[in-house]
């Protein structure tokens, strides 16, 4: 049966690393890491998640402020808020919460966050660095799953690597952050021929795709590690067998009339991995760890050259620190 990843145990790790860095900036250099999440519209899965990151901030010293939006904004309107967040010195890092109302255009808010603010890693430039494995923000989802793999010392380098799920957020860079470890990768989507085959052959799968349950114990090789990325929400009415007779997902039917699954059917696939992930708890916290972390090195490096900047080794972009 497969060790169950905790990754709430995990990010707490991460979020301990983050208070401690903060509080010795603020005693050594007077700077309290700044963060300012831009919300528009009143999308309620996207309110919980800017709440919980401004908690999250205040437990780590980190100063938060929220930039909030009506949903009619525009895209000019959005844009001027980057352009004064990027100037204000107190200001170290931007999230722009996804996802956006339609009418404002992705592809001129996100690259209009200066680099050296971009705690998403979605800017241009932060993707061609990660690209050419230089130093720069790399995108929450894939970095925190290279910290569960280094936590858990489950080895990268010399295995083979199955990202299943090739969107910008999370499946490319995922597949970049392990070729950087020396794995050999190979990611999968929705043309792939013999998607359970390629699965397979995989020492350590990752699965990114949005589909309740769909990658059964017998897509898994025998003492894989099973990375679940995926958050799907299961109305009662939809719920299969299995999800029915487990107590916890049970009482969340019965109560909330629905319940949380990720893409692997955790039923058959926990008897064939060695170690998986769950869904909750398991790379879900370490998201809202690794913008923690991104917004105190955006702190960290403020001001400095390359040269004079000196990070502790566990605070560096686990895309960028040798595997």
């Not at 903060?22 to 831009?38: C, D, H, Q, S």
């Not at 489950?154 to 295995?159: A, L």
């Not at 008897?271 to 398991?282: E, I, L, M, S, W």
């Not at 001001?303 to 560096?316: F, R």
């Amino acid at each position: 049966m497969a060790v169950i990843i905790d990754g709430t145990r995990i990010a707490e790790e991460i979020r301990a690393e983050v208070r401690k860095e903060a509080g010795e900036l603020k005693k050594e250099r007077g700077i309290t890491p700044g963060l300012a999440v831009i919300l528009v519209g009143e999308n309620p899965a996207s309110q919980v998640y800017v709440n919980s990151k401004v908690k999250a901030c205040g437990q780590v010293g980190i100063h938060s402020e929220t930039i909030l939006k009506p949903e009619e904004a525009t895209t000019e309107e959005v844009l001027r808020d980057i352009e004064l967040l990027n100037q204000r010195e107190d200001i170290h890092g931007i999230l722009v919460q996804l996802p956006l109302p339609k009418q404002i255009d992705e592809n001129l808010v996100l690259p209009a966050v200066d680099p050296s603010k971009d705690v998403d890693g979605f800017h241009p430039v932060n993707v061609g660095k990660l690209c050419l494995k230089q130093e720069g923000f790399v995108p929450a989802t894939p970095s925190g799953i290279i910290e569960i793999l280094k936590r858990m010392n489950i080895q990268i380098e010399g295995k083979e690597a199955v990202v299943i799920g090739r969107s910008d957020i999370v499946g490319k860079p995922m597949a970049l952050l392990l070729l950087h470890h020396n794995a050999t990768v190979t990611v999968c989507h929705s043309r792939t021929v013999d998607l359970p085959g390629v699965a397979r052959r995989a020492d350590i799968l990752v699965v990114a795709i949005g589909r309740p349950a769909m990658v059964k114990g017998d897509w898994v090789k025998p003492g894989a590690v099973v990375i679940d990325v995926g958050t799907n929400r299961v109305t009662a009415d939809k719920a299969w067998e299995e999800l029915k007779k487990d107590p916890k997902r049970a009482k969340n039917l019965g109560t909330r009339g629905s319940t949380l699954v990720g893409d692997v059917d955790e039923y058959s696939v926990g008897p064939v991995a060695a170690y998986r992930t769950p869904v909750p708890g398991g790379e879900g916290p370490l998201s809202m760890a690794m913008h923690l972390k991104n917004t105190l090195l955006a702190a960290l490096t403020f001001g400095k050259k390359k040269e004079e900047i000196q990070l502790d080794g566990n605070l560096l972009s686990p895309g960028l620190r040798e595997g």
